[in-house]
């Protein structure tokens, strides 16, 4: 009768690594997975169904921490990302867990927490000692790490998914210098917080571009609203109370009803040209009723395979920033 020790000699590894593939008890490199079930198929050890069975991955748990708000993007992509889940694939298996997204501690516990309990952590990053930290501790212990839409800088996590921030902030100035057709103003700036990477890339390539293009207008000192829709209602009502002559407002973040309430109540919804990220049915709206001029967004599908893609087979592709204006809106 074959023994496990004969197989480990066959595929030329050790008996250790022969139970966990045979028995399934931790994951194992697929190219040495293959080595011991051909091993154990010549040898009779198990029967071509055993191998068929034994070479079906186990899906991979992930956890999904999101920053917990009134962001209707981010809620957009819970929804999104587990219907897509559902839809292709059968090698992952998603939890989603809502945290304050603005607290580095909670965010460094929550990556260990959810890390002894899952595969891999997908994590809207702040990019802070202390998750830098926690981020390193996981991919040591043999876990995944993928930060999502906002990047982390010198840490040993293994993809970024998302769109160039810096990019898209520059886009944003682009859109506003030119609808606006050489006027000079102000334009002003709404961030969730500078905590995060993208938001802080965002405003940078804003500024850029507006320094070396547009040097008629002037910008105000950014505000934080935290991706939330009464924050950022308050700051906008203060802004145009303060300064008559804004002609542009840059939502670097989320939660964009908040701004557009403000400027609807002013009356200056009209003279003032709006960018924003995120398309949901907040910013559609803005954007069928000239509230809005402008969306740059992730889709949540994209966005979301990618993350799950560099989990499983740790590459992920190339997320592409879309644009829309109230002509071109794909149907919801």
Request: no cysteine; proline share 4%.
């Amino acid at each position: 009768m074959t023994t496990i020790p004969e197989i480990a000699r066959a595929a030329g590894v050790s008996t250790a690594t022969v139970d966990r593939v045979l028995n399934r008890r931790t994951p194992v490199r697929e190219s040495t997975s293959r080595r011991v079930l051909d091993a154990a198929f010549s040898l009779g050890y198990v029967t071509s169904s055993d191998v068929e069975r034994l070479s079906e991955s186990e899906p991979l748990t992930l956890a999904f921490l999101l920053p917990r708000g009134t962001n209707p993007y981010l809620a957009l992509v819970n929804h999104r990302a587990h219907a897509f889940v559902e839809r292709n694939r059968r090698d992952a298996r998603v939890k989603s867990y809502f945290i304050d997204g603005f607290d580095p501690d909670e965010l460094a516990r929550s990556i260990r927490h959810f890390a002894r309990r899952a595969d891999g952590v997908i994590f809207m990053a702040i990019d802070h000692p202390k998750v830098r930290a926690a981020t390193d501790e996981i991919v040591a212990s043999g876990k995944q790490a993928i930060t999502f839409i906002s990047d982390i800088s010198t840490s040993r996590r293994h993809a970024y998914v998302g769109i160039d921030n810096f990019a898209a902030g520059r886009t944003a100035a682009l859109i506003l210098g030119r609808f606006n057709g050489g006027r000079e103003g102000r334009v002003a700036l709404i961030a969730a917080s500078r905590i995060y990477r993208a938001h802080m890339e965002r405003e940078v390539g804003f500024l850029g571009l507006v320094e070396e293009r547009f040097p008629g207008l002037s910008v105000s000192a950014t505000r934080e609203g935290h991706d939330d829709r009464d924050e950022n209602y308050q700051h906008t009502r203060r802004l145009l109370d303060k300064h008559p002559d804004i002609i542009g407002l840059y939502n670097v973040g989320g939660s964009s009803d908040g701004i557009g309430r403000a400027l609807r109540e002013s009356g200056r919804a009209q003279d003032i040209t709006f960018v924003g990220h995120g398309l949901t049915r907040d910013t559609r709206a803005m954007l069928a009723d000239g509230t809005m001029d402008a969306v740059i967004t992730q889709d949540p599908d994209a966005l979301f395979e990618a993350a799950v893609l560099a989990a499983t087979k740790g590459t992920p592709p190339v997320v592409t920033a879309e644009l829309y204006l109230s002509e071109n809106m794909p149907p919801e």
